[in-house]
């Protein structure tokens, strides 16, 4: 079995920052790609950033230069780091990972339960 588990969602005013955390457990032999999604009321679930094994990442344009992906490949966590948040961020955000599990030869996605981040004033 493998679990995604989120933390440090919340409600922030305009301009104000959150950092969201990730950790995977279970029997995982190797993580090959974890980041985040959202997904906002009424629209469908997009791409925030993810970083791959190799530390390469991918942000969505209107996240670049204001959020921030890291991981720590020993621990199995990855965090976004949010800054200058604006009300259009507000969504439930998931965590989401392609991991190899033992006993298994391909990668399958696993997502987090999700955790509510609310910018407003």
């Known amino acids: 079995q493998v679990q995604l588990v989120e933390s440090g969602g919340g409600l922030v005013q305009p301009g104000g920052s959150l950092r969201l955390s990730c950790v995977a457990s279970?029997?995982?032999?190797?993580?090959?790609?974890m980041g985040w999604y959202r997904q906002a009321p009424g629209k469908q679930r997009e791409l925030v950033a993810v970083?791959?094994?190799?530390?390469?990442?991918n942000y969505a344009d209107s996240v670049k230069g204001r959020f921030t992906i890291s991981r720590d490949n020993a621990k199995n966590t990855a965090d976004l780091q949010m800054n200058s948040l604006k009300p259009e961020d507000t969504a439930v955000y998931y965590c989401?990972?392609?991991?190899?599990?033992?006993?298994?030869?391909?990668?399958?996605?696993?997502w987090g339960q999700g955790t509510q981040v609310t910018v407003s004033s």
């Open positions: 279970g029997s995982i032999i190797r993580i090959n790609r």
């Open positions: 970083m791959y094994s190799g530390n390469m990442t």
């Open positions: 989401n990972a392609l991991i190899v599990r033992v006993g298994a030869i391909n990668e399958y996605r696993y």
